[in-house]
């Protein structure tokens, strides 16, 4: 490992080891706050775009697993952490840390103080950062920095380019996914849930998803903004009335959009495994995974038709959405295998199956609202 550098945008650098690919890199700086699953942060796609520090400080002691993965390849655009540990001891690994970042040319810095990074993210919000070599002069990369456009739509980077199947042994669903950056263990939740799951790109046309005669949707999470996916909001609009609805982080704020309710960025991000939230109907509190920059403003919510099911037990934001009669639900986190917002997708589609009647009555909505970027 050679000596490299990390460069905060707010001029802030650290001095660390290399590991993993020895490219530069400049992208947006997260944290994530996760004790365990370093694995699942390196191939979640909804992290592509980012350079994420980890709050816990040993990394790589476990390796990585090939049943394990979130997706194909590693997705961030860099790793930050306090130690790594290059001799895993975990009897299933298949692959070091360092090799896979190598292997999908992605750059990582250990030694840096990660309890500072973290707290300077927190205090002053996400910002731009760069990895580089150690030797490189502060004020050229600090303008090299201002010079950066990050990239738009990132969820065209991450989405299949065509559609596939994922089957199930006595399948009773067939779930169109609307693929934004579509993590395994969400597609696992599904097929163990007797769904046959229809993967498509994230800009199929809603006459394309029709043809596939759903049982139900799911916009799945995913990178970047909300507003740069116009096409998915206007497809969730002609959808809603006809059929179930689930949508998962960045597709919890794609349909939030879709029924005019607004969505804004947060400072610091919440990204993690810890995170408590309330079930509002169920009055329990859960612990639950999530990655997202965004979140919907709870006042836009006021004379919108989606009920808010879930909150964050430390800021109060909105963690989920329902309108029980147009048979949509939404969460910002990672619903649970047989917990409450997946069963419930589940209900809707037993509920759409058994009421015949409901058919005619589905073709027969009004105008979908207009959603608003502001």
Same mark, same amino acid.
């Given at each position: ?63 990585? $697993? ?93 989405? $299949? ?81 006809? $059929? ?72 109060? $934001? ?57």
């Amino acid at each position: 490992m050679r000596d490299r550098m990390l460069v905060l945008e707010n001029g802030k650098t650290y001095m660390g080891r290399g590991f993993g690919s020895e490219k530069q890199a400049v992208a947006r700086l997260v944290f994530n706050t996760e004790m365990v699953g370093y694995q699942e942060v390196l191939s979640d796609p909804s992290y592509c775009g980012n350079i994420v520090v980890m709050s816990y400080p040993l990394i790589g002691n476990y390796g990585l $697993t090939d049943e394990d993965y979130e997706s194909k390849g590693v997705h961030i655009g860099g790793f930050v952490i306090r130690e790594y540990n290059d001799n895993p001891s975990n009897f299933r690994f298949t692959q070091k840390v360092s090799q896979v970042m190598e292997d999908n040319d992605v750059p990582g810095i250990a030694g840096v103080d990660t309890r500072e990074i973290v707290k300077i993210i927190r205090d002053e919000g996400e910002m731009l950062a760069m990895i580089t070599d150690a030797d490189r002069d502060l004020n050229e990369c600090l303008e090299e920095m201002k010079k950066y456009s990050e990239p738009k739509n990132l969820v065209s980077k991450v989405s $299949t380019r065509g559609i596939w199947y994922a089957r199930t042994r006595n399948p009773k669903y067939t779930v169109v996914a609307i693929d934004c950056g579509l993590q395994r263990s969400l597609l696992k939740s599904l097929t163990d849930a007797a769904c046959n799951v229809i993967v498509v790109p994230y800009d199929t046309p809603y006459e394309v998803i029709e043809n596939h005669k759903p049982s139900g949707v799911l916009i799945s999470s995913g990178p970047g903004s909300p507003f740069d996916l116009e096409c998915i909001v206007e497809t969730i609009q002609k959808l809603k009335y006809l $059929t179930p609805i689930l949508g998962v982080g960045l597709g919890h704020e794609l349909v939030a959009l879709s029924y005019g309710a607004k969505i804004q960025a947060l400072c610091a991000g919440k990204r993690g495994s810890n995170i408590p939230v309330m079930n509002l109907i169920e009055d329990k509190v859960y612990i639950v995974e999530q990655n997202n920059s965004y979140c919907v403003d709870a006042k836009s919510l006021k004379g919108c038709s989606l009920k808010v099911i879930y909150e964050s037990i430390c800021d109060g $934001t909105v963690e989920g959405l329902m309108n029980e009669g147009d048979m949509v639900i939404s969460s910002q986190f990672i619903p649970q295998a047989n917990g409450f917002v997946l069963n419930k997708f589940i209900s809707f589609m037993d509920k759409l199956a058994l009421a015949d009647n409901l058919v005619v009555n589905r073709y027969q909505h009004e105008k979908p609202a207009k959603y608003n970027k502001d």
